[in-house]
């Protein structure tokens, strides 16, 4: 049987994940052989602070060294590193920072995951989501808390969500004439046989003042009590293809009264 070192040792190769320890106050580091691995440096190629900030991209070292300076004690972020070979990767930190009765790091401790795969897939998918004008909410029905994607931001014209302090306000876009829609919402979340709605359409004023077609899909995920805790809905912007709509129709009740050219 493995002793626990070696048990440890070998959980921590399985899960992919990069250990290292930091000494503040002799400005050195050291760290497991994923971490490395991960890095993509040798051990004495990447032993100090400073040799760690360095390979960080150079647009988010600034914002790196403000999380590590400031006086937090639990760390979790991600960021861009550059390995020896020129790849770029993503990386997820978390760990903690021991401090002295004053506030200043001693050391720190901390993990390390490479996410660039899923960086990558999630570039993609906000490729496709951009250029079919498509983006998600996801929504906790009982706390409010919610998150979207960039494109549904970008659809209700939304430059900042952390300015919104419910949802609820993205209500106030929905164009005078649609209101109903919003009953239509409340019903579904309150029917314990409703799963999911398709084909929602209605027009919204965005932030800017620019009226938008939207056409909504939405899952509603029900407990064992029957109530809905949590939804997930996409929106498309489909203005474009409203307009297309509008003078199609407009060409053919011009073609029926007729027209001629001279």
């Known amino acids: 049987l493995m002793n626990s070192g070696q048990l440890l040792e070998k959980t921590k190769r399985i899960s992919g994940l990069g250990w290292h320890e930091i000494d503040y106050r002799s400005n050195t580091l050291v760290g497991t052989p994923m971490f490395y691995r ?7 190629e990447l032993n100090t602070i400073d040799q760690l900030i360095n390979i960080i991209h150079p647009d988010e070292r600034q914002r ?3 999380v590590m300076g400031s006086d937090i004690r639990d760390l979790n972020f991600c960021h861009r590193i550059y390995t020896k070979a020129g ?3 993503y990386v997820q930190v978390l760990g903690e920072i021991e401090r002295n009765e004053k506030g200043e790091p001693i050391k720190g401790v901390a993990s390390i995951v490479d996410i660039s795969q899923d960086k990558l897939f999630e570039q993609k998918l906000n490729n496709i989501q951009n250029l079919s004008k498509v983006g ?6 009982q706390s409010g808390q919610f998150h979207g994607s960039e494109q549904f931001w970008s659809i209700f014209g939304v430059h900042d969500p952390k300015e919104l302090k419910d949802i609820s306000q993205l209500d106030q876009l929905i164009y005078q004439d649609d209101l109903n829609i919003l009953n239509q919402f409340s019903n579904w979340f309150e029917d314990p046989e409703c799963a999911e709605w398709n084909n929602i359409q209605y027009r919204i004023m965005t932030l800017e003042g620019e009226l938008k077609h939207v056409l909504c899909h939405g899952q509603i995920t029900i407990n064992y009590n029957g109530l809905a805790t949590k939804t997930l809905i996409t929106v498309q912007d489909v203005t474009e293809l409203r307009g297309v709509e509008d003078k ?6 011009l073609s029926n009264t007729g027209w001629f050219e001279y």
Request: charged residues 30%.
């Open 248 to 253: 199609l129709m407009q060409a053919q009740k």
């Open 87 to 89: 790849e770029l990767k």
């Open 38 to 44: 991960i890095l993509g440096y040798e051990p004495d």
């Open 64 to 66: 790196v060294g403000e």
């Open 136 to 141: 998600w909410l996801e929504m906790d029905i």
